[in-house]
């Protein structure tokens, strides 16, 4: 989508002009030379309180103008409104215009034009994007707007501009990302996103290395490689840099291709789900090419730990024992509980850099989504400020975490009888803490680390106002957010 921002002009040609209005409030000073346009119809839907302006309330109103056809939105009341309200206006906009097949979209922006701007933009762009490549009949495709038109005051318009532009970039990695985490397990196999990281970082001016399953061998990357026994396809643990000063922010993720369980074998019912077990480690990839294209200054470094999980004859089995790259043995008690296993080396490789800071995202546990649903991630951490921060972010971006405690007692949860830690806590409780009080035990102490746990945020089975059902590509607004309000 082509995105831009005008002066506001009521003679602004397009297919459709979307006008957000609140409640309880008057009308904006755009809306009186387009109700002018209009012949007085928009006064008129306000004045028979046939449009209120409720949140979610639509009316569309036609006539001979230069934009064809208006769509009045209700945005609820002002105080209300925030950067998550800007992306369901425009969200919603957008959605009406890819129904009816309308390419010019102008949208004049609800209340302070440059502080939604950057929001309104990730709404449309966001809302554009479906997975719908695999459909040969064109009528089930459904694609959005060509051109993204803000129309805002003039004496704002280059800040608007570049607003816009952040914003555009942003969306567009967003939906990169959420292309490659809808794809199913048999294009993208661990070597097809090494691949695609690899380009990526080419195309960036980013590092990348790829290690193979010889090499990790030699590395000692026993708990990793231990997921990626039962599968013929071979895994790939992929380094990114993008260089700055100082000490590295250390990004990892959770890249399991396909979570059948392995031996000890997930239920058939929506296993298909499990081809977004990639989530974690394609958010990383991504976070580190917005960083890039968005001429972030910091060092980063990314860690993506691919591979299927699988059952077969060279599959790990209960009982089996490993030692990880840091030394510690890990016993496996199920061969599910496999995001830690693989994050387990990732995360001790990424603290062998000396790492300001480490987070992980990963769709680690069933039990964050019985939880916190599709709303929010969970966090969990070393590191109060660090984790304070993340959830500010949360907040701006409507990218939600919702903290859980990690006292040492949980801890306890993960100890084993033959060996280190075992990767399953406690029967039927506390399964994301424990998840995390497994992680906890290969981050290196000192080093400020925050897991969140996306199981429930990175596919939606219901449909939001700006992102269709699938993979959400969750994490990566969130991320830009922070590094941006922490700058090196
Ligand atoms: N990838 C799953 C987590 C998951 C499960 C996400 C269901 C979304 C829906 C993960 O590898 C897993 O299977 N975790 C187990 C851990 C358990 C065996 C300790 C789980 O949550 O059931
Ligand atoms: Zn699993
Ligand atoms: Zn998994």
Redesign the pocket.
């Known amino acids: 989508m082509n995105v831009s921002a005008r002066p506001f002009d009521a003679r602004f040609s397009a297919d459709l002009m979307a006008l957000g209005v609140f409640e309880k409030s008057p009308l904006p000073p755009s809306a009186k030379p387009l109700d002018d346009l209009l012949g007085g119809q928009i006064g008129d839907a306000v004045k028979s309180k046939e449009f209120e302006g409720k949140k979610g309330q639509s009316m569309l109103l036609r006539g001979k103008t230069p934009w064809k056809r208006l769509l009045l939105l209700g945005l609820g009341p002002q105080k209300d409104f925030d950067g998550e309200k800007a992306r369901e206006f425009s969200g919603k906009a957008a959605n009406y215009a890819a129904g009816a097949k309308l390419k010019k979209l102008a949208l004049t922006l609800p209340g302070d034009s440059l502080r939604f701007a950057q929001a309104v933009v990730e709404g449309a762009v966001l809302s554009g994007y479906r997975f719908d490549k695999y459909k040969t009949d064109k009528d089930e495709r459904h694609p959005g707007p060509d051109e993204l038109f803000l129309l805002c005051s003039p004496h704002e318009l280059s800040r608007v501009k570049a607003a816009a532009a952040f914003g555009e970039t942003l969306a567009r990695v967003q939906n990169q990302a959420r292309a490659v985490l809808n794809e199913p397990a048999n294009v993208m196999t661990p070597t097809a996103i090494a691949k695609a990281a690899s380009e990526m970082a080419r195309k960036h001016g980013l590092s990348c290395r790829v290690y193979g399953k010889e090499e990790l061998k030699k590395m000692g990357m026993n708990s990793f490689l231990s997921v990626a026994r039962g599968s013929v396809e071979p895994p790939a643990f992929v380094f990114l840099e993008k260089k700055g000063p100082g000490k590295p922010i250390a990004l990892v993720g959770k890249g399991?291709t396909f979570?059948s369980?392995g031996i000890?074998i997930?239920p058939a019912k929506d296993m298909d789900?499990?081809k977004f077990?990639k989530a974690g480690a394609i958010a990383v990839m991504a976070t580190l090419q917005a960083a890039a294209e968005l001429k972030l200054s910091h060092h980063l470094i990314g860690v993506m730990a691919l591979t299927e999980n699988l059952p077969s004859g060279s599959a790990s089995k209960p009982g089996d024992i490993v030692v990880a790259r840091s030394g510690k043995s890990v016993e496996i008690l199920?061969t599910?509980?496999?995001?830690r296993l693989v994050l387990a080396d990732a995360l001790a490789f990424a603290c062998e850099h000396d790492p300001r800071l480490v987070v992980d995202l990963a769709?680690?546990?069933?039990?964050v989504?019985v939880a916190l649903g599709e709303q929010a991630a969970g966090i969990l951490g070393n590191d109060e400020k660090l984790m304070k921060q993340l959830e500010e972010a949360g907040q701006a971006t409507g990218e939600k975490l919702w903290p859980l405690p990690l006292w040492p007692e949980y801890e306890e949860q993960v100890k084993s009888e033959f060996a280190d830690v075992k990767n399953?806590g406690a029967n039927g409780a506390a399964?994301t803490i424990a998840g995390a009080a497994f992680l906890k035990a290969f981050v290196k102490p000192g080093i400020p680390w925050a897991h969140l746990d996306i199981?429930g945020t990175a596919w939606l089975t219901h449909e939001k106002a700006y992102l269709a059902k699938g993979g959400t590509g969750f994490g990566i607004r969130l991320l830009v957010e922070f590094l941006q309000k922490h700058k090196p």
């Open positions: 399991i979570d369980g000890s997930k789900l499990m077990d199920n599910d509980a496999e995001g769709t680690l546990t069933g039990a989504v399953i399964g199981a």
